[in-house]
Nanobody, 123 residues
Framework: QVQLVESGGGVVQAGGSQRLSCAAS????????MGWFRQAPGKEREFVAA????????LYADSVKGRFIISRDNAKNMVYLQMNSLRPEDTAVYYC????????????????WGQGTQVTVSS
């Protein structure tokens, strides 16, 4: 089992920045591909960004490309999401996810999920 705990959410003004963190435990972190997803009220959970276990490759949703940056620190068992130029439409609960096998932008590719952290962008 893998436990994921997100932190760093809150209220931020449009145009501002926020950094989310996710702490992983329960399995060697370097064996896991990691991703961030988000879910706004009344909408389905959607892909935001992903990073391979070696951090060699990253993947972003078009809606956040150029504004968000995903990174990881395998020595600290942490994955981060740096969010810049935030917009009101970025308001959502953000979830950290881990995969022991496949990697990509689909929710069914991830085996483990955190509880989520709320990000609210005010206009």
């Amino acid at each position: 089992q893998v436990q994921l705990v997100e932190s760093g959410g809150g209220v931020v003004q449009a145009g501002g920045s926020q950094r989310l963190s996710c702490a992983a435990s329960g399995r060697p972190f370097s064996s896991l591909h990691m991703g961030w997803f988000r879910q706004a009220p009344g909408k389905e959970r959607e892909f935001v960004a992903a990073i391979r276990r070696s951090a060699t490759y990253t993947l972003y949703a078009d809606s956040v490309k150029g504004r968000f940056i995903i990174s990881r620190d395998n020595a600290k068992n942490m994955v981060y999401l740096q969010m810049n130029s935030l917009r009101p439409e970025d308001t959502a609960v953000y979830y950290c996810a881990a995969s022991g096998g496949s990697w990509g932008g689909r929710t069914d590719q991830y085996d483990y999920w955190g509880q989520g952290t709320q990000v609210t962008v005010s206009s």
